[in-house]
């Protein structure tokens, strides 16, 4: 399984940016995606998941404004951030796991090279 995240970007605080996550290769072995994100000098944490069958989880200071979604038919991943802080500046990552939706990075078989996203005061 291959993972291409883009959309990243540089916005002001208070804009939304649109982060995409393609697949290919053997997407059907995967269960849950999720979206991670590492600042710098910063452990890499979760940031969203969503199982195949729609359920999501959400990191407790996005909730709210970031929204995670996929399309099934094009095997791609979403992440709608919206109000988006400083504080959200970093890279991005999208991640898919065979298993169930973990909230540990090992429990992601598969990552993406990443998205940066920057958000200016």
């Known amino acids: 399984v291959q993972l291409v995240e883009s959309g990243g970007g540089s916005v002001q605080s208070g804009g939304s940016l649109r982060l995409s996550c393609t697949a290919s290769?053997?997407?059907?072995?995967?269960?849950?995606m999720g979206w991670f994100r590492q600042a710098p000098g910063k452990e890499r944490e979760r940031v969203a998941l969503?199982?195949?069958?729609?359920?999501?989880d959400y990191k407790d200071s996005v909730k709210g404004r970031f929204t995670i979604s996929q399309d099934s038919a094009k095997n791609t991943l979403y992440l709608q951030m919206n109000s988006l802080k400083p504080e959200d500046t970093a890279m991005y990552y999208c991640?898919?796991?065979?298993?169930?939706?973990?909230?540990?990075?090992?429990?992601?078989?598969?990552w993406g090279q990443g998205t940066q996203v920057t958000v200016s005061s």
């Open positions: 969503i199982s195949k069958i729609g359920a999501t």
């Open positions: 991640a898919a796991a065979t298993g169930w939706c973990g909230f540990r990075l090992i429990d992601y078989k598969y």
């Open positions: 290769g053997y997407t059907a072995s995967i269960y849950c």
